[in-house]
């Protein structure tokens, strides 16, 4: 079965400091990956994603970036972090293949950034 | 782009009560519709999705239904239970693997 690994899953940095959020994924190939940002209270802003290896779609103009080294490793990094980053982010992958159809997302459990 | 519009915000209903989130989108593209849950401090999971050749789809107690015409879709909770309180996501496809969420409805059943 598929499984989905984050990390961290807390995190505290102070403002100017670089950031690297990892995520894989396992038992699948080709996964459409994605990188969403949850605001406390707030819903659930798609960042990022990816339907293979280099191939990044951005969402939101801002001081993140994303990058997809391998298959299933999909990667969110910043080299000065603001105030306004801290959230809950959140990795999640699909199936990919299908050009009429979507198929659902699976998240991981998340990473809680807190920018000081 | 595509910009999908959640109602209500909070919604608090008696148990055994029916609930009843709706949400609307903007792109007419969009031909797939999930919903999901997200427990306090977890990550959202899927309770429910609906493709766009379907008008209503059920499953025991949770149904969407969705109106290409007037681009709107809704989630229907029936005889609410104390665990259904949750925060609850609708979500857009426009276009083959990009899906685009509503801003949520916290949903709070009364004992």
């Known amino acids: 079965s598929q499984t989905i690994h984050q990390w961290p899953a807390t995190l505290v940095q102070p403002v100017g400091s670089p950031l690297s959020l990892e995520c894989t994924v396992e038992?699948?190939?080709?996964?459409?990956l994605y990188w969403y940002r949850q605001a406390a209270g707030r819903g659930l802003q798609l960042l990022f994603y990816?339907?293979?290896?280099?191939?990044i779609s951005s969402e939101v103009p801002q001081n993140l970036s994303a990058s997809r080294p391998q298959d299933r490793q999909f990667i969110l990094s910043s080299k000065k972090l603001l105030l306004s980053d801290s959230g809950f982010y959140l990795c999640?992958?699909?199936?990919?293949?299908?050009?009429?159809?979507?198929?659902?997302?699976?998240f991981g459990n998340g990473t809680r950034l807190t920018v000081t | 782009g595509e910009n999908v519009e959640q109602h209500p915000s909070t919604l608090s209903v008696q148990e055994g009560d029916s609930a009843v989130i709706k949400c609307t989108y903007s792109?007419?593209?969009?031909?797939?519709f999930p919903w999901y849950k997200q427990e306090l401090g977890k990550r959202p999971q899927l309770i429910i999705d609906?493709?766009?050749?379907?008008g209503e789809k059920k499953d025991q107690r949770i149904a969407v239904t969705l109106n290409k015409t007037a681009k709107h879709f809704s989630l229907h909770i029936t005889e609410t239970q104390p665990e259904d309180s949750a925060v609850y996501f609708c979500?857009?496809?426009?276009?083959?693997?990009?899906?685009?969420f509503g801003s949520g409805t916290r949903l709070s059943i009364r004992p």
């Open positions: 999640a992958w699909s199936v990919s293949g299908s050009s009429s159809y979507n198929s659902p997302l699976h």
């Open positions: 038992g699948t190939s080709n996964p459409n």
């Open positions: 990816s339907v293979g290896i280099g191939q």
């Open positions: 792109d007419s593209a969009s031909n797939y």
């Open positions: 609906i493709r766009s050749n379907v």
């Open positions: 979500a857009a496809s426009p276009r083959a693997s990009k899906i685009i």
